[in-house]
């Protein structure tokens, strides 16, 4: 059974940094797309970044020039450091496969929160 478990999050002012990390259990895990979305209050789930096994990465237009998502294959470990934070990126971030439809079980997330 594939598990994900998230760290890092934190509150930080606007223009600030955090860096998540997910730490992936599981058969073939590392064969995976891996991803971290994200649900602020009052809204639906949306992707972040996701990033293959090979490296190749996608980012949300919102996330583009200020998220970078990166991964450990070798340590079934994933990181996304967020950098120039923004209030809108206040949200429980998670770390699961890409694409969701082929998500795990959700677990808790990590709160990120932007606030002055």
């Known amino acids: 059974q594939v598990q994900f478990v998230e760290s890092g999050g934190g509150s930080v002012q606007p223009g600030g940094s955090l860096r998540l990390s997910c730490a992936a259990s599981g058969n073939l895990v590392s064969l995976f797309p891996m991803a971290w979305y994200r649900q602020a209050p009052g809204q639906q789930r949306e992707l972040a970044a996701s990033?293959?096994?090979?490296?190749?990465?996608l980012y949300a237009d919102s996330a583009k020039g200020r998220f970078t998502i990166s991964r450990d294959n070798a340590k079934n470990t994933a990181v996304l450091q967020m950098n120039s934070l923004k209030p809108e990126d206040t949200a429980v971030y998670y770390c699961?496969?890409?694409?969701?439809?082929?998500?795990?079980?959700w677990g808790q997330g990590t709160q990120v929160t932007v606030s002055s």
């Open positions: 699961n496969r890409y694409p969701a439809r082929f998500a795990a079980y």
């Open positions: 990033i293959t096994s090979g490296g190749n990465t």
